[in-house]
């Protein structure tokens, strides 16, 4: 059992998730204070990540300390990944399993141990407020299945949990929770160490991109795939908001449900912290979800987290965004 340990600089993710609900994450934020700024220690992830997603298979490895990440591609054909709690969410893992060797062929990473990101909709994370919360690990997760079990409709005993106790005071404890459900995790896992590595972390989409905002100040940020968006805000050490949407297909309907979505989130911010945010940080995994051309509105600018490189593409990354992977080699050496 990985112990809990919360200490007041930045700390990095290892191991998100274990089927048995055992490795707690260490850290979900890329900042803490200000004496403390993304990549001001040595990540202990491993060097290559890859990302999951309907589209296809995306990986990205640092080569060598100091080196930018090369980033490979391979599309997967439709079907092959239906990202939900429900399973399967892989109905053809041997393709999946052959698109993970090919980019990690590509890329060649250092180490057998990768970041394996999962899509956003697989994961249910929330906020969860005690008058107190234990400091055992064991005596925390029987607390926090207690409450789970009313709030996600899969079996909480198995699933693979994680936390993050982002604030204590006198008479109150926030605690940030992560759950998925364990068949559904056993599945992602068990494609990749059918390609040959380990999962040596395993983080949902929006959760890895995060680590790319460095900004001590409040944040909104989104994150669009193919089937979901996700909007948080992020202020210092505290996650003010974790909201994951299903998305329609039709494109009219989406483009309507993901400009309400930011709004919300938007009120949500100048409800909590008392200003407008003037500066939405996004992800998009499609060219049409840019989201450049959905927004125009004076003093509130779009910052995109998932820009293709100038360099170290060895194919060609078509629509996918790289802020999941970018962001889970932040900091690494």
């Known amino acids: 059992m990985l112990p809990v340990s919360f200490t007041p600089e930045f700390k990095l993710f290892r191991n998100l998730f274990s089927p048995q609900g055992r490795a707690p994450m260490t850290s979900i934020l890329p900042k803490s204070g200000a004496q403390s700024r993304i990549g001001s220690q040595p990540s202990t992830r491993p060097p290559a990540a890859i990302e999951l997603s309907p589209e296809g298979v995306l990986a990205a490895a640092v080569p060598a300390p100091g080196q930018p990440p090369i980033y490979a591609f391979e599309p997967l054909p439709p079907g092959a990944l239906i990202p939900g709690i429900a399973e399967p969410n892989l109905p053809f893992p041997e393709v999946i399993s052959n698109a993970i060797r090919s980019v990690l062929s590509q890329v060649a990473p250092r180490s057998r141990n990768i970041t394996l990101i999962v899509p956003d909709s697989v994961v249910r994370v929330f906020v969860l407020d005690y008058d107190s919360f234990p400091t055992k690990p064991d005596e925390a997760y029987a607390v926090l299945r207690v409450r789970l079990r009313k709030m996600v409709p899969f079996d909480v005993e198995h699933a693979g949990i ?19 459900p364990g068949p559904v995790l056993a599945e992602y896992e068990a494609v990749v160490r059918a390609a040959g590595v380990e999962p040596g972390a395993v983080l949902p989409s929006t959760l890895a991109a995060q680590e790319l905002v460095d900004n001590l100040e409040a944040a909104l940020v989104t994150n669009l795939s193919s089937g979901s968006l996700t909007t948080t805000i992020a202020n210092g050490q505290d996650l003010l908001l974790y909201r994951t949407l299903d998305l329609p297909a039709e494109p009219s309907h989406r483009r309507d449900e993901v400009q309400r979505g930011i709004a919300v989130a938007a009120a949500y911010f ?12 996004y992800s998009a995994s499609r060219e049409s979800d840019s989201l450049s051309h959905w ?3 004076p003093g509130f600018s779009l910052v995109n987290l998932s820009a293709t490189p100038s360099t170290g593409a060895t194919t060609s990354l078509g629509h996918a965004s790289l802020a999941g992977v970018a962001g889970a080699l932040t ?3």
């Open 270 to 281: 100048e409800d909590k912290l008392g200003y407008k945010p003037t500066r939405l940080y």
């Open 331 to 333: 900091g690494v050496r």
């Open 295 to 297: 927004f125009d509105e």
């Open 162 to 180: 994680s936390y993050q106790v982002l604030s204590t005071k006198a008479g109150e404890a926030r605690v940030l929770t992560a759950i998925l």
